[in-house]
């Protein structure tokens, strides 16, 4: 299809061909291991491509590629793994394209103590892909002759957009070719959409017995185009739908995306000023849940209150270890009853020293900040005893 970064070459890609010829004339002599299938992929030479007619001087070339590489794998006393072999081909391919020839038959032609297996390798390839190319050329121009690419679409895809890829695979590159689609009126985009085909089958019936005679006509083609239009709208409606709901979950995304950046990038202050409102937010759950400040504290769920904060984390637990909903009853009633409350501490009397201790003025300003938030919700329920729970507010969001 398009749009996969491979172009449809008319006579076969020449490269490919030397590459894959090389590789069925050396590799048996470099290696007696087995190609993994699923690691290395089948041999294309075994997939049905055409003989490529191979010159004399190629298949000398070869002969004596095929020797020196025997040779060289047996002067080194164990047999090349199929990877190995293969890696050696390959950056003997990438030499010949970055090595000119002369220099190819000088490296050859230098006496060593090693075979000069790379350049060899390189040179037989040189002379392999000039075949190649003659053989690839001689095959396009015959497939030009025919009419180039021929393609032919078998169904209908629910996008005019997707058949239009494939009718473009014919005619690239300014080659010849065509394009044809021979659709079933038993096709699946038809029967999923219920499109009515009984007059076609009708028609048939009347004219003839035969079923597989074609159906064309202009007629016959407008309604298969309505009939993908009609499709595109509804998908289309759908992705729309998709994105209206999504609209829901974006205003979060963009949230929690902030919140990152704001962790990552921002001032100290600034990130522990938002971890205090967040944990203070799940303290207002908590005690908002379970409590009323028209009501005395006789009345609100102490315990429940005491039991989901204390399972918050493991220094809460410790903290309030041993006290129960009757100690912070008798605390609340006490903070009640007097005629002022000690904002330097915001700590409940006969219950635990919060441990953050606001020593420094950052952190006192900080507590002030989060104590006046509290007393000016306005969505916070009003009552008799609203100071009293402000101030449970406080104390529990502090820990």
């Not at 470099?30 to 699923?38: D, G, L």
């Not at 000023?273 to 009345?299: C, R, W």
Request: with cysteine; charged share 25%.
């Amino acid at each position: 299809m398009a749009g996969r970064g491979t172009d449809i070459i008319l006579g076969g890609n020449p490269k490919m061909l030397a590459k894959e010829i090389l590789m069925d004339s050396l590799l048996p002599f470099m290696t007696q291991e087995a190609p993994n299938v699923e690691t290395h992929g089948e041999p294309i030479s075994q997939k049905g491509l055409s003989k490529v007619k191979v010159g004399p001087s190629s298949l000398a070339l070869l002969a004596k590629t095929a020797l020196m590489a025997k040779y060289v794998c047996k002067s080194e006393g164990n047999s090349w793994s199929y990877q190995k072999a293969k890696s050696t081909i390959l950056e003997s391919i990438e030499l010949s394209s970055s090595v000119k020839i002369e220099e190819l038959e000088k490296q050859m032609a230098e006496e060593s103590e090693m075979y000069p297996l790379l350049p060899t390798i390189a040179f037989a390839y040189h002379s392999v892909l000039e075949d190649s190319e003659l053989h690839c050329s001689n095959e396009g121009n015959e497939v030009k002759e025919l009419g180039g690419l021929h393609v032919i679409g078998t169904s209908l895809h629910e996008s005019r957009r997707i058949d239009n890829q494939l009718r473009g695979r014919a005619g690239r590159q300014g080659d010849p070719g065509s394009t044809r689609f021979m659709v079933s009126l038993q096709d699946e985009m038809f029967q999923k959409f219920n499109f009515n085909t009984e007059w076609a089958v009708k028609l048939i019936s009347r004219i003839t017995d035969n079923e597989d005679i074609p159906i064309e006509g202009h007629a016959v083609v407008k309604q298969l185009l309505d009939l993908q239009i009609n499709v595109e709208k509804f998908f289309f409606g759908i992705r729309k739908s998709l994105v209206e709901f999504d609209e829901v979950l974006e205003v979060q995304r963009k949230h929690v995306y902030n919140l990152r950046q704001l962790m990552l990038t921002g001032e100290p202050g600034s990130c522990q000023e938002q971890i205090f409102q967040y944990m203070q937010a799940v303290v207002d759950e908590i005690v908002l849940g379970n409590s009323d400040p028209e009501k005395p504290p006789t009345y609100w769920k102490l315990g429940k209150i005491l039991g989901e904060f204390i399972q918050i984390g493991e220094v809460l637990h410790d903290s309030f270890k041993g006290f129960t909903k009757q100690d912070v009853l008798s605390s609340l009633e006490e903070v009640y009853g007097s005629k002022f409350i000690t904002v330097d501490t915001f700590s409940l009397p006969n219950l635990p020293m919060h441990p953050n201790g606001f020593r420094s003025i950052r952190k006192k300003v900080s507590s002030l900040k989060r104590w006046h938030a509290i007393c000016e919700d306005d969505t916070l329920k009003k009552g008799r005893y609203q100071v009293t729970s402000n101030l449970l507010h406080k104390y529990l969001g502090d820990f």
